[in-house]
């Protein structure tokens, strides 16, 4: 019988994530599996919050991968903190943003949204109007206000900073997503203000997909232990989650994934290795040498300069040129995977990650030097 696995090569994974994987995060992950309440792998829990909580720069008890990817995440900040009829706030200029909407309304949220276009930031001083309106037809605060730090679908970065400050004064919970943005760039969770964030493995901590680090601030938690109905979704109550990850006596809710959290412990050790400061730097400098090189082959970015994520690149498709044949010969001819644009921006621009592991001048090289070849 043939065996499929015996014939993958490594690929460099240029695309929205997953990204490249370290060699000593795949040697963490085939380390021997232990029991989920065994006491060494408690300790190695132990060692993952405190990691997280070091990198995302916050006091949070509640601070914990939760078991799915960066989706499961999402639902669960969304699931434990809204109940029917909540009154919820989506600022949206993407993907991630109107998979945000789309989660809150499954739930019975009263959801009000605020767009930006695709490619640009959500405006702080837009997100001000919105907040006064509410206030001005003498409605309570929104139960939370969400927004996607790193937009992966267009290459925005969107101003946290000054959003949460504003959302802060009206009394709602800040909820962020942070799938794209964690180990690339800095989170400062207690600093901003941040009540809810959720993360995923597989694009800047290079780890690969399947886990989701959440962190909640003590507000957040008080919201949720003093919900009036039970969270709908039994697999990712916190209720229940928390006496798992804390506590002197462990309760088992769900069999742990004990490998990927030897590869996330891995991941994590290793960009505390590196240097936090080092690692975003190397993502910035990473950045500036593809976007030159690029500007150099005539290619343009979709995003102003201020802008700019530095870990997800969305390049302008030129006119007459094939997108699809570009990716397709990256891949078969070079082993380099690039990404589509996704909805509005399908056809029209490339989507080039730099994330975490991938973001070495090496591989900025290789794909440049492919990419004069191809077109
Ligand atoms: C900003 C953002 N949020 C959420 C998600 C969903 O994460 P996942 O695909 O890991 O479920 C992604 C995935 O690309 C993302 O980029």
């Given at each position: 019988m043939n065996n499929m696995l015996n014939d993958l090569q490594e690929v460099i994974?240029?695309?929205?994530?997953p990204s490249c994987v370290p060699d000593d995060v795949y040697t963490a992950m085939s380390k021997y599996t232990l029991g989920h309440m065994d006491g060494e792998f408690i300790r190695i829990m132990d060692a993952i919050k405190s990691m997280l909580q070091q990198l995302l720069h916050t006091d949070n008890k509640l601070t914990i991968p939760v078991s799915g990817t960066g989706s499961a995440g999402m639902e669960t900040c969304f699931v434990n903190l809204i109940e029917r009829g909540d009154p919820v706030l989506i600022l949206k200029n993407g993907v991630f943003g109107n998979r945000m909407e789309d989660v809150a309304s499954r739930l019975g949220a009263e959801v009000e949204t605020l767009e930006s276009e695709w490619g640009t930031p959500i405006i702080a001083d837009k997100v001000r109007q919105a907040l006064q309106k509410r206030s001005d037809n003498g409605k309570g605060p929104f139960k939370f206000v969400a927004i996607v730090h790193a937009e992966t679908s267009t290459g925005v970065k969107n101003p946290i900073e000054e959003i949460g400050r504003l959302v802060h004064e009206t009394g709602a919970l800040f909820l962020v997503d942070a799938v794209t943005s964690f180990g690339g760039l800095s989170l400062e969770v207690d600093k901003l203000g941040i009540d809810a964030l959720y993360s995923g493995t597989?694009?800047?901590?290079?780890?690969?997909?399947g886990l989701s680090p959440v962190t909640f601030s003590a507000e957040a938690v008080e919201t949720i232990q003093s919900?009036?109905?039970?969270?709908?979704n039994w697999y990712l109550d916190m209720n229940m989650i928390i006496n798992y990850w804390s506590g002197a006596t462990r309760v088992y809710h769900h069999t742990a994934p004990i490998n990927m959290l030897y590869g996330l412990y891995q991941a994590l050790y290793l960009i505390l290795e590196e240097g936090e400061d080092n690692v975003y730097a190397r993502h910035r400098q990473t950045h500036e040498l593809l976007v030159s090189e690029l500007d150099s082959l005539g290619l343009k970015m979709l995003v102003e300069p201020e802008y700019r994520l530095p870990m997800l690149n969305a390049v302008v498709v030129p006119d007459g040129v094939d997108e699809a044949r570009v990716r397709k010969e990256l891949r078969e001819t070079y082993r380099i995977e690039i990404g589509a644009g996704l909805g509005a921006l399908a056809g029209k621009v490339f989507r080039i990650g730099l994330m975490?592991?991938?973001?070495?001048k090496e591989n900025v090289d290789k794909l440049v030097s492919a990419l004069k070849k191809i077109l």
């Open positions: 994974l240029m695309g929205p994530g597989q694009k800047c901590l290079s780890c690969p997909p919900r009036r109905t039970k969270v709908p975490g592991h991938t973001a070495r």
